[in-house]
């Protein structure tokens, strides 16, 4: 393939937020460094993007399907070589567990081969003829131009390229910023995208979002947008687009998916679910359990197993065997979830678990708060870290009214025997969630299923079907028939 151009200048260390023992104490770990582009720099990449899509005639778009999937099987074997070198960095940069490391790494591989399958099938059904009122037309698949994706830093390599790839698979040339943490994991894939793309097909930039990306969207050269983090960050940069009306955006944001916990639930079977649903890589995942809604008659018993329950999961280096808990890769994180809990604490909440609210250096020991009420900012505020709010309910009117009235909308759960009852909550939040998990936490996966979200949670639907569609438009071939 192409020349892999790499920008000198300004550099940005890159600190682990694993701390290690040096003869002055425990000290951060500076682990590499990225270059910082200036909105020029960035610029001439979506420039190299754009010039390779060349308004659809470029190589890239108007190659045939079946030859894309071939460079994209080359870069998948490529990447599988280089697995141990980027679930080390998955460690070093966000501080995750090995084995969600080699989660995230395998579940990415497993999902471009499942984008690969379901492109093949969407490129048969769509090649299909319809017919009606004496038009025949034939429904192609056509890519949209030049696709600006984003990922968030708590899966900076399974999220950014669940919408990377498809892109790419539909003929769109793409510009890619990887996450602010988890930057460097890039590194060792540059060059199995530089032998196995077109160049100017697949352009990766580095640096501040504003300086960068912003300079890419006012250009309004970017035609699809897909974005995994917050609400205000993607409000924002859609806004600077000089012409909104062209720019498709896929949208994965916010969320603060609550559990509810009737009074006939499995008490095990709930506290096992929350404690992974709020706590797997520290509850920094948007689809954590970010509040617990328990029943009156049973949050005594709840909260005595689930607090004993947290205060067991272990703490440490993510590569330690059986570790649970690890270092938060956000600066000033520890200080941000200490304010939510004194926040909640000074309006009559406490820490009700022995070791919450503990810190040291990057890591904060989980603290569940009870109890919670709606007056204090961890009743809606998104706490994407080990902070687990307990609510207590007397009636299922009051969690509906909570669900109903919540900015968010992406998925909850209920935990409960009693179909009747479960039914009809099932009813009061079809029209609110994406996703309603029965007896069982929150989760994104398997990544074959649709994955969206409502109100202030998202904007189109991500999963490996439908983020075909999101990078593609139908175009028809129509011809009369009498
Ligand atoms: O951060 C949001 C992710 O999409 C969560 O995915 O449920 O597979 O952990 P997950």
């Known amino acids: 393939g192409g020349k892999l151009r790499v920008w000198e200048g300004e550099l940005n260390p890159v600190q682990s937020p694993v701390f290690v023992k040096t003869p002055k104490g425990l000290e951060p770990k500076v682990i590499g460094a990225t270059p910082l582009l200036t909105s020029k720099e960035s610029l001439e990449a979506l420039e ?58 395998d579940r990415t591989v497993d999902l471009i081969v499942e984008t690969i399958r379901a492109l093949k099938e969407l490129d048969r059904t769509s090649s299909r003829f319809v017919q009606d009122q004496g038009i025949m037309a034939q429904i192609r698949r056509a890519p949209l131009g030049v696709a600006l994706c984003m990922g968030p830093y708590n899966y900076p390599l399974n999220e950014t390229f669940s919408t990377l790839f498809p892109a790419l698979l539909m003929g769109n040339a793409v510009v890619f910023k990887p996450a602010k943490f988890g930057v460097l994991l890039i590194r060792p894939l540059l060059e199995a995208f530089r ?22 969207m006012e250009s309004g050269k970017v035609d699809v947008f897909a974005f995994i983090g917050t609400n205000k960050g993607a409000s924002e940069l859609k806004r600077m687009h000089p012409r909104p009306h062209r720019l498709k955006a896929v949208l994965g944001l916010d969320a603060k998916n609550p559990a509810i916990i009737l009074e006939d639930a499995d008490l095990d079977n709930a506290v096992k679910e929350c404690i992974t649903g709020t706590l797997s890589f ?65 309006k009559g909440a406490r820490v009700v678990n022995k070791l919450g609210g503990q810190t040291n250096q990057s890591y904060y020991s989980p603290a569940v708060v009870y109890p919670v009420t709606s007056e204090m900012r961890l009743a809606t505020e998104e706490q994407f870290g080990p902070v687990i709010p307990v609510m207590v309910f007397d009636e299922e009117e009051e969690v509906i009214r909570y669900v109903v009235n919540s900015n968010f909308g992406q998925q909850l759960s209920i935990f409960g025997k009693d179909s009747a009852r479960i039914g009809k909550l099932i009813d009061a939040f079809s029209n609110q969630v994406g996703r309603i998990n029965l007896n069982c936490q929150c989760q994104r996966g398997p990544d074959t299923f649709p994955f969206n979200g409502r109100k202030d949670s998202a904007e189109g639907t991500l999963s490996v079907a439908d983020a075909l569609r999101v990078f593609s438009i139908r175009t028809l071939v129509a011809a009369k028939t009498t």
């Open 195 to 216: 032998d196995s793309f077109p160049p100017g097909v697949i352009n990766i930039i580095y640096g501040r979002g504003r300086e960068t990306v912003g300079a890419l």
């Open 282 to 346: 520290n509850g920094q995942r948007c689809t954590a359990l970010k509040v617990l809604m328990v029943h009156r008659r049973i949050v005594e018993q709840f909260l005595e197993r689930f607090t004993a329950a947290v205060d067991r999961l272990k703490p440490g280096m993510p590569w330690d065997p059986g570790v649970a808990l690890t270092p938060l890769p956000e600066p000033g994180k520890t200080a941000y979830l200490k304010g939510l809990v004194d926040d909640a604490v000074a």
């Open 48 to 105: 190299a993007a754009v010039t390779a899509y060349d308004n659809g005639r470029g190589v890239w778009p108007s190659m045939r399907v079946a030859e894309r999937i071939e460079h994209v099987e080359r870069f998948l074997v490529a990447m599988r070589a280089q697995r141990t070198a980027v679930v080390n960095l998955l460690m070093w940069e966000i501080g995750k567990t090995q084995a969600d490391s080699e989660k995230e790494f």
